[in-house]
């Protein structure tokens, strides 16, 4: 079935900088979740998108349906925002395949 | 507001030796999951229920057995832990988008 792969692996920044996460995906899904689980395990659900872009304060997803292909940027980065982002993918409401995650560390 | 809450956070099992992990959560969602977590590896689906009283197996269910009697709880039992069964498992219910428990770390030595 599929394969959802996340890059980079690890992802170290300066603060302020800008962030870019990608995941791709081999066959067609119903939507696309970004999740961001905290350096203490926690795991908080960040978008939720079928198409086009979402915004969330300093957060933006983007998919691209046709590529199969979705980013998540964070715009001025914080050390705050140091955890590892995970990309999965749904294929119907109770199939979802998960990434390996991103681990970012933003430096001050 | 608690949301999903998972008992124990930890806990450290003998080979052979049976548990239940509790998830349980307070928003009357319908969809419950469970999932467990390994190095190098995204989340993976263990079982899943749709609504009180259904459940239905996911990517890895060997190994584990899950109850849903109410709504709100969302059962995992182990009944014979095998040391492959280390791992962190998280449970998650769903409306539109997935709230998370904030994971049981179980050691089987």
Same mark, same amino acid.
């Given at each position: ?23 791709? @995906?081999?066959? &067609? ?10 350096? &203490? ?10 198409? &086009? ?22 715009? $001025?980065?914080?050390?705050? !925002?140091? *955890?590892? @982002? ?13 990434? *390996? ?8 | 507001? $608690? ?20 998830? $349980?959560? !307070? ?23 749709? /609504?009180?009283?259904?459940? *239905?197996? /996911?990517?890895?269910?060997? /190994? ?24 962190? @498992?998280?449970? *998650? ?17």
């Amino acid at each position: 079935k599929n394969e959802v792969e996340q890059s980079p692996q690890n992802l170290t920044a300066q603060e302020g900088e800008f962030i870019t996460i990608n995941c791709s @995906y081999s066959v &067609g899904i119903s939507a696309l979740h970004w999740l961001q689980q905290h350096p &203490g395990g926690g795991i908080v659900s960040l978008f939720m998108l079928s198409s &086009g872009k979402k915004k969330h304060g300093r957060l933006i997803a983007t998919i691209n349906i046709q590529e199969k292909h979705s980013s998540l940027h964070i715009t $001025a980065s914080h050390p705050r !925002d140091s *955890a590892v @982002y995970i990309c999965a993918v749904a294929y119907n409401n109770n199939d979802m395949r998960f990434g *390996a995650g991103t681990r970012l560390t933003v430096k001050p | 507001n $608690a949301g999903v809450t998972q008992t124990p956070k930890f806990r450290v099992l003998k080979t052979g030796q049976s548990m239940t992990l509790l998830c $349980a959560q !307070d928003m009357n969602h319908e969809y419950m999951y469970w999932y467990r977590q390994d190095p190098g590896m995204g989340l993976r689906l263990i079982h899943y229920s749709v /609504g009180e009283g259904t459940t *239905a197996k /996911g990517e890895v269910p060997d /190994g584990y057995n899950v109850s849903r009697l109410k709504k709100q709880n969302f059962l995992l039992g182990l009944e014979s832990a095998a040391p492959s069964q280390t791992s962190v @498992y998280f449970c *998650a219910s769903r409306r539109w988008g997935y709230t998370f428990g904030s994971g049981t770390r179980l050691t089987v030595v």
